[in-house]
């Protein structure tokens, strides 16, 4: 890794494969854990969560505890190198080959960009589905780097608010995990290649509107054959044409609500390209509108060992990477709470919520109101910009209760800190206690350092 690549891989942020910490723990045991049981990826010693450097200096004692750490770990993991650029500590850890590791705190796992303490079902299904290759992550031998789109990735880059001086494929693509320095994998083809389709036949959406409630009389039809950011965004819009859509008029500001929530069927879409199986050829995800429902399946049901009612438990993925291209643009929520937050903002907008379904398609099926805007108070106050702002960044009561709950034990506590405890993403935490400053339940006292939180007393029984 040159010092190049390393300011690149800063200053895309914390991902699947890469962690900041900005001074050594031993605690950081949990994180090559979770590396190993995942895809592998990197530790930055010296580089804080806002993506500056803070500074680390490798020393020998350093760099033999760490080695010991991992030995220690059961089995023991492989550390690749480590070794210092510039002010950064770089730790490289290989994925293993013999899953499920653990050390003395327990099994972890990287989800998006959070280590994540897994659980007995989870351990299970990573010890049945281990020797499942995935697609994603195969080389794809025919593809070469003139074939790959600097327009796609400019797109992505602009969707993930990521800022670069030049578009260079051979180091974004690596830098990503979507690519090594001579080969790309399948995920690079499916979301940068000019033409996906010419080198993976089955990248490919069908979007179908049809007449009555049967499959009987199509009268709109869209075959979307091009990345996977295109197909989400294809589909969004399909589905805004075709779903009724009330407006409402506040001042001089116009909202449009529609009938089924569209944050929710983001989410369906979204689920559907990530937890599609990709190796499964002569098939496309579909999005049907009906008269009476909206139903988006993809190829691949649930993985070995899953079962529908748990769902809201158990977050088990087949494409890692395509999730943590998702996740990047904030398309979904990271540490896998779709299913939650599909049921949560359909509850909120008072419609019917998703029902489930898995055999060789996985399911997700809407039930379409019967009058969609009756009773126009309720729908206009679920849908008003209050209850979307909260469902979308899941600020929920409880969720704010539990972050003002571990400040109230620890007030010097961090972001990265609550977001390890709550399980969610450090960025999301920052979203939701800047949520908190403005309604007044918290205040900051002193340097954003140095200082200390303050939890306005009177101001938090409005949430209690």
Known sequence: MTPEDLQLLIKEGEGLMVEFKEKYSPKIVQDIVAFANTKGGSILLGVGDDCNTKGEALTNKMKAEIVDLARNCEPSIYIKNIKQIGKVVVIGIAEGDEKPYSCAAGYYRRLDAVTQK???????????????????????????????????????????????????????????????????????????????????????????????????????????????????????????????????????????????????????????????????????????????????????????????????????????????????????????????RMRAITKAAGVSGPKFTSNLFFTITFKRPTHPFQGSEKASEMMSEKVSEIMSEKVSEIMLEKILGLIRKNKNISSKKTAEILGLAPRSIERKIATLKAKGYLKRIGSPKAGHWEIVTNKTKEIN
């Not at 794809?140 to 789109?149: A, C, E, G, R």
């Not at 990503?176 to 080969?183: D, I, R």
């Not at 509108?289 to 769902?311: A, E, R, Y």
């Open 118 to 340: 897994m659980t007995q079902k989870e351990i299970h299904l990573i010890y049945k589905n281990v020797t499942s290759a995935s697609f994603e992550d195969q080389i794809n031998k025919d593809i070469s780097w003139n074939d790959i789109s600097r327009e796609k990735i400019k797109a992505f880059f602009k969707e993930a608010n990521i800022s670069v001086n030049k578009i260079l494929p051979r180091d974004i693509l690596p830098s990503l995990n979507l690519a090594g320095n001579t080969t790309i994998k399948n995920a690079g083809v499916l979301f940068f290649a000019n033409r996906p389709r010419d080198f993976i036949l089955q990248c490919q959406m069908t979007l179908v509107a049809f007449k009555g409630t049967d499959r009987i009389n199509i009268y709109d039809r869209k075959d979307i054959q091009n990345d996977l950011l295109t197909q989400f965004n294809e589909a969004v819009i399909f589905l805004q044409k075709h779903l009724n859509v009330r407006s409402e008029i506040k001042g001089v500001n116009r909202r449009d609500i529609c009938e089924i929530p569209l944050e929710a069927l983001r989410e369906a879409v979204a689920n559907a390209i990530i937890h599609r199986d990709y190796s499964i050829r002569g098939t496309s995800i579909m999005v049907e509108v009906h008269q009476d429902k909206v139903v988006i399946s993809n190829p691949g049901g649930l993985m070995n060992g899953l079962d529908t009612k748990f769902l809201a438990d158990i977050s088990i993925r087949r494409n890692e990477l395509i999730a943590d291209m998702f996740a990047r643009m904030d398309k979904v929520e990271r540490m896998g709470t779709g299913i939650n």
